[in-house]
T-cell receptor, first 115, second 117 residues
């Protein structure tokens, strides 16, 4: 299958700072990328959907000013957690696809710890 | 909104045996996709099998097969000849047809599958 790469794999940041997570489709052009959040031993929850060149669509309950998503190119989407707090500590996973009728491939995830 | 329910938090099976993981879902849509994903300790999500709701034939992928009951809104995963490498979290997921509801995946809470050697 196609490869989606997230960077970094893990990050520790201080409370109040911002952290950026990158999601790259390495061998295909992703018109749509998705960001999910997974708490320990829990399911994945969709946070937002981003289409290249458009503003992201956020799920209900997700603060768009806190979780800034940019999808400026067909191979890169970024999630910036602004003014991070310990409750933002979680596992963040992206997925990317070519078109609505094609499979979405997942990145390996990023573990964020806010101290 | 669609919901996906996995009622088995944990399942255990002897190596080489067969195990079935349950999944039910709720939707008002007539066309949609259903998936089973595997998440090993590495946390990488791996697609196991996919089913289009309009297809009556159950999907199969080698040792993995599904029992899709559309009227009952049930989508179980059968793993035959279980192997140690099958140990992982398994998530059932729902996706609307393009142009339908939400574009992303709706996941169940997952089933932790343990393989006993």
């Amino acid at each position: 299958g196609a490869v989606v790469s997230q960077h970094p794999s893990w990050v520790i940041c201080k409370s109040g700072t911002s952290v950026k997570i990158e999601c790259r489709s390495l061998d295909f052009q992703a018109t749509t990328m998705f960001w999910y959040r997974q708490f320990p031993k829990q399911s994945l929850m969709l946070m937002a959907t981003s289409n290249e060149g458009s503003k992201a669509t956020y799920e209900q309950g997700v603060e768009k000013d806190k979780f800034l998503i940019n999808h400026a190119s067909l191979t890169l989407s970024t999630l910036t957690v602004t003014s991070a707090h310990p409750e933002d500590s979680s596992f963040y996973i992206c997925s990317a696809r070519v078109s609505p009728n094609t499979e979405a491939f997942f990145g390996q995830g990023t573990r964020l710890t806010v101290v | 909104a669609q919901t996906v329910t996995q009622s088995q938090p944990e399942m255990s099976v002897q190596e080489a045996e067969t195990v079935t993981l349950s999944c039910t879902y709720d939707t008002s849509e007539s066309d949609y996709y259903l998936f089973w994903y595997k998440q090993p300790p590495s946390r990488q999500m791996i697609l196991v099998i996919r089913q289009e709701a309009y297809k009556q034939q159950n999907a199969t992928e080698n040792r993995f097969s599904v029992n899709f009951q559309k009227a009952a809104k049930s989508f179980s995963l059968k793993i035959s000849d279980s192997q140690l490498g099958d140990a992982a979290m398994y998530f059932c997921a729902y996706k609307s047809q393009p142009g339908g509801g939400a574009d992303g995946l709706t996941f169940g809470k997952g089933t932790h599958l343990i393989i006993q050697p």
